[in-house]
């Protein structure tokens, strides 16, 4: 018997030029969602976050390992309001790809775990692992700049849901 399809569309949605967020609240019936982006700022380089049902409280950690230009780094951070999705930065002269894993987001009897794996033309390459201290049920994510910035019109933002096997 064939397999059926891994990842199923949920949304897509572009950068309008202006936005600094994109948020996203309609996903249900999956055990994993995935989030990948292909995104330039408009003002400069800029760090993103992930902020999980509109907590902004100190709530969020995370370890990265980084290799950029030539030498590898790790960092942790904890006691955070939001989890930082790269190292360096999103710039404005080339696209950065991003590929977020939820797993598990509508357990409600474990703390959120999320992978974040990023390129970035002008930076390098991250892997990130990341957790939101809460149980509570994931009903809505934020995608957004930490720093001034927006959303270029050539970015673009795709969700996917992955059902349980």
Known sequence: MAAGATYTPIATTTGDGSSQSITFNSFSGYTDLILVTNAINTGGTKNIGIQFNGDTGTNYSR???????????????????????????ISSTGPSTHIIHIMNYSNTNTYKTILIRNGNTSYG????????RSTAAITSFTYYFTGAG????????????????
């Open 63 to 89: 370890t990265a390992l980084t290799y950029d230009l030539g030498s590898v780094t790790s960092n942790r951070n904890s006691g955070q309001s939001a989890i930082t999705t790269t190292s360096d930065g």
């Open 125 to 132: 390459t991250d892997f990130i692992v990341g957790l939101w």
């Open 150 to 165: 927006a959303w270029s019109t050539s970015s673009t933002f795709t969700l996917y849901g992955i059902a349980a096997a």
